[in-house]
Nanobody, 119 residues
Framework: QVQLEESGPGLVEPWQTLILTCTVS??????????WTWIRQAPAKGLEWMIA???????DYSPSLKSRTSISRDTSKSQFTLQLTSVTPEDTAVYYC???????????WGQGIQVTVSS
């Protein structure tokens, strides 16, 4: 059974870079047909798809976040990492790492990690 778990800081100061790591167990980041994805939900807002990486290294970005987001993977550690630069309080949200099958089938989710951007 595939399990995902987010880790990283819960509090980040404005204009710093947020780095979150997702650790995957029970599956391979190199398996075909899956996209490893970051999704977030800010207070009183819906889910916002951010960025994803496929098994071949293909990258897909949210247009609104492309300038500030990046993603990388470490297959030896079975981890993939989100970087979000120049954060503001509007980036306060619960961040989820997700395995997607196909374009819009989000099969497995981490439990989410609360990230607050504040001075």
């Amino acid at each position: 059974q595939v399990q995902l778990e987010e880790s990283g800081p819960g509090l980040v100061e404005p204009w710093q870079t947020l780095i979150l790591t997702c650790t995957v167990s029970g599956g391979s980041l190199k398996s075909n047909g899956y996209y490893w994805t970051w999704i977030r939900q800010a207070p009183a807002k819906g889910l916002e798809w951010m960025i994803a990486i496929g098994p071949s290294g293909r990258l897909d970005y949210s247009p609104s976040l492309k300038s500030r987001t990046s993603i990388s993977r470490d297959t030896s550690k079975s981890q993939f990492t989100l970087q979000l630069t120049s954060v503001t309080p509007e980036d306060t949200a619960v961040y989820y790492c997700v395995r997607a099958r196909g374009d819009y089938i989000y099969e497995y989710w981490g439990q989410g990690i609360q990230v607050t951007v504040s001075s």
